[in-house]
């Protein structure tokens, strides 16, 4: 592939409200008119436009309501992570349309603007630094923390600790309601830079441990401990903050 070819790639997903995922549209279902004709033909639907290798536009149209917009903005990073790692994610509102989005959705042309796709300010969010390095690796926690979000505990017991990619990290729940329905939110923890674990091993005392499988992979280990203990002592959490 050239790279003006490269430079021109468009990828679109409609956000599924039922399933609460991204969809992705083959090239042959967007309209002859392009994808400008398909947003405005889909008010009340959310879309996920990947603009290779700039930046992943997150639209919702005029009649979009607020679950689906906040259930596919939850969603968004987890999709961006596993097509364009590292671009940078924009959230449009119809009506509300900044002129680069315009350009890639064939809404305005930029020629008549004398200016080139993919202005400077939408470069892509990863240009190889080592600040890019430690982005990479919050949107890698990011990835997992949404994962432990869509696997539900057993009732009374919580997360404590979880061991993903030979790293230890304490968890901070939060639960909060939205639209008449009780929301988890995961934040991982890593240990400060500068703790030391000695060699050996260890009982996990009054922690049950749960292993979470994907493809034949042992993808992580989650450590519950029943809520009514969490409660009367001190968590790994707590010794970190």
């Known amino acids: 592939m050239s790279e003006k070819k490269e430079k021109e790639t468009v990828k679109i997903f409609r956000f599924n409200k039922d399933l609460g995922e991204f969809e ?25 436009i990947f603009q290779v290798p700039y930046i992943v536009w997150l639209y919702h149209g005029s009649q979009t309501s607020v679950q689906t917009k906040f259930t596919s903005a939850r969603m968004i990073s987890k999709l961006r992570d596993d097509i364009l790692l590292g671009a940078k994610i924009v959230t449009v509102d119809e009506g509300s349309e900044p002129l680069p989005f315009k350009f890639v959705t064939k809404m305005a042309d930029p020629k008549d603007f004398g200016i080139e796709q993919g202005a400077a300010e939408y470069k892509p969010a990863y240009t190889g630094t080592e600040e890019d390095m430690t982005k990479l690796e919050k949107m890698s ?21 979880v061991i993903h990619d030979n790293a230890l990290y304490a968890v901070k729940n939060a639960r909060r309601r939205f639209m008449g329905s009780e929301i988890e939110e995961i934040e991982l923890i890593p240990l400060p830079k500068d703790a030391s674990i000695e060699s050996g091993t260890y009982l996990a005392k009054d922690l049950n441990p749960r292993l979470f499988f994907e493809n034949n992979k042992l993808l992580l280990i989650e450590l519950l401990r029943k809520t009514e203990q969490r409660k009367k002592q001190e968590t790994l959490f707590d010794k970190l903050a």
């Open 24 to 48: 992705e549209i083959p090239p042959e279902k967007i309209p002859p008119d392009g994808i400008k004709k398909l947003l405005q033909d889909n008010p009340t639907d959310s879309y996920a």
């Open 141 to 161: 926690l990011e990835k997992v923390s949404l994962l432990l979000e869509q696997i539900p505990t057993p009732d009374g017991f919580e997360r404590e600790v």
